[in-house]
Structures are given as C-alpha cells and as structure tokens.
C-alpha cells in the first residue's frame, strides 16, 4: 500500500489578503480548517509548511504538525519539496499539497484523489468542478483547466491547459481546485525544471509540469471548496460553513 504526505504550503504575506492563514472563520483560524479536514481524510500524516512563526505557533498549540521552511522559496512546490526532503524520514511515495485557502474542502475530497493516485500511473492528479455562475468563470482569481472530454465521477482525464482569464478554447472547461497529489519521482522531477515560459506569464505552476510532457489527470467534484482569496471570499466562505455546522 502506497504511503501518503499531505503538506500543506502556507504563508502570511499574501498580496490580496494579509495574514490570510490566520482569518477567523467561526472563531478557528482558517488554516486549521484546512489542516482538519487533511486529518479527517485520514489517508496519512500531515503537515504545514511555512516561514512563519505567527502560523507555527497557531498549529502547535492546537497541536499539529508544523514544519519551519525557508522564506525564499517562490512556489508552494517548492515549499513542500522542501519538507519533502530534508524533514520526512520516511519517504513517502504520494504526496499531496494542499491550498491552505480552502476552508471548507470536504475530507472525502482529498480521500477520493489519494485513491486514484494509489491505483493508476501519472505523475500529477489535482481535481475540478462545475462553475457556479459566469461571472465566476471569468473571474480571474479562478483557474480554469481545459480537458478533452465532459469530466464525471467515474474516470479522470488528461489535463489539457491551464487558464486564469477568460479564453478561447476547443474542449471542456472547469473549476479547478488548489491540490496536487505527485508520485515522488514527479515531485524530485518538477523541482529540478525550470520555471516554465507559461506557468510565468499566468502565474500558474502547474504549468511547467504540462510544458514539460508530464502527465496530470483531473478528476470531478460535485461541488467545488470555495478558495478564499479576498475579504469578500472570506465573508462567503464564513456564511457558507457557518450553514454547514447547522446543518
């Protein structure tokens, strides 16, 4: 059976949103939300990874795994490899990173990925959904990913490009949503590439991979965690769970 790492990339100096990680959402700081539900997918030992103290002492005194990372690192990628490498003992052969801006991503969400991973060949699965609206789809906070086919519950499909604005394309366009599950080898190999002609001019790193011929399957969520990335995401994102606890 495959061993499995989630790391969850995390800082405080987000442009958008200052101190993002640390926004209360129904009186618990938003990153341990996310690092909640990691744990409740219960498919292997989690960590944060992050520069900052203010974040380290939050998750230690709720008493998480937290990893102090470099500063300079300019991708959460990079971030993670980082723990990857010098701080896990024992390698593990998948190993996820997770957005720490999805408060309300549901455990069987990360379970369902991890799953694929452990049962097929490719060297990157990350997950996507339906737009809610139009004005989400050309929203350029959100990333769309292009695939061949109409994406269902029962298969993955090829990831084909990578959007943030609204453009032409030839096939299906969806939702996509901030986690990455890599093999070990793809890890050690997309750290080793360079930063990639798109993945720059989009400011989307998961670009590099695709100019690089490796392979990323999407699957499909019915609904899609909401990723918070300004103060109005953050009043959405408290309304919504705040539904879901009555619920």
Same mark, same amino acid.
């Given at each position: 059976?495959?061993?499995?790492?989630?790391?969850? /990339?995390?800082?405080?100096?987000?442009?958008?949103?200052?101190?993002?990680?640390?926004?209360?959402?129904?009186?618990?700081? !938003?990153?341990?939300? &996310?690092? *909640?539900?990691?744990?409740?997918?219960? &498919?292997?030992?989690?960590?944060?990874?992050?520069?900052?103290?203010?974040?380290?002492?939050?998750?230690?005194?709720?008493?998480?795994?937290?990893?102090?990372?470099?500063?300079?690192?300019?991708? $959460?990628?990079?971030?993670?490899?980082?723990?990857?490498?010098?701080?896990?003992?024992?390698?593990?052969?998948?190993?996820?990173?997770?957005?720490?801006?999805? /408060?309300?991503?549901?455990?069987?969400?990360?379970?369902?990925?991890?799953?694929?991973?452990?049962?097929? +060949?490719?060297?990157? $699965?990350?997950?996507?959904? *339906?737009?809610?609206?139009?004005?989400? !789809?050309?929203? /350029?906070?959100?990333?769309?990913?292009?695939?061949?086919?109409?994406?269902?519950?029962?298969?993955?499909?090829?990831?084909?490009?990578?959007?943030?604005?609204?453009?032409?394309?030839?096939?299906?366009?969806?939702?996509?949503?901030?986690?990455?599950?890599?093999?070990?080898?793809?890890?050690?190999?997309? &750290?080793?590439?360079?930063?990639?002609?798109?993945?720059?001019?989009?400011?989307?790193?998961?670009?590099?991979?695709?100019?690089? +011929?490796?392979? &990323?399957?999407? $699957?499909?969520?019915?609904?899609?965690?909401?990723?918070?990335?300004?103060?109005?995401?953050?009043?959405?994102?408290?309304?919504? !769970? +705040?539904?879901? *606890?009555?619920?």
């Amino acid at each position: 059976m495959d061993k499995i790492a989630i790391i969850i /990339p995390s800082r405080l100096d987000a442009q958008r949103l200052p101190n993002k990680p640390l926004k209360l959402i129904n009186d618990k700081e !938003m990153i341990l939300h &996310v690092y *909640e539900s990691a744990i409740k997918s219960n &498919v292997g030992e989690v960590y944060i990874a992050t520069p900052d103290q203010k974040i380290i002492d939050t998750i230690k005194s709720s008493r998480g795994n937290v990893i102090k990372t470099s500063a300079n690192h300019e991708t $959460g990628t990079d971030r993670i490899f980082e723990v990857f490498k010098k701080e896990l003992k024992s390698k593990p052969d998948i190993i996820i990173n997770l957005q720490g801006d999805m /408060p309300n991503i549901q455990p069987d969400a990360i379970t369902y990925l991890a799953s694929y991973m452990s049962k097929n +060949k490719c060297d990157i $699965g990350t997950l996507a959904g *339906e737009f809610n609206s139009d004005k989400e !789809m050309k929203d /350029p906070n959100v990333v769309k990913v292009e695939v061949k086919e109409k994406l269902s519950k029962s298969k993955f499909l090829k990831a084909l490009n990578f959007f943030r604005e609204d453009v032409n394309f030839s096939f299906h366009l969806y939702h996509h949503i901030g986690i990455y599950a890599f093999t070990n080898e793809a890890l050690v190999r997309y &750290v080793s590439l360079k930063r990639s002609k798109l993945e720059l001019e989009r400011k989307l790193e998961q670009l590099r991979a695709l100019e690089n +011929k490796m392979s &990323v399957h999407v $699957g499909y969520l019915a609904k899609c965690p909401l990723s918070v990335d300004t103060e109005e995401d953050l009043i959405q994102a408290k309304n919504l !769970m +705040k539904k879901d *606890e009555k619920n």
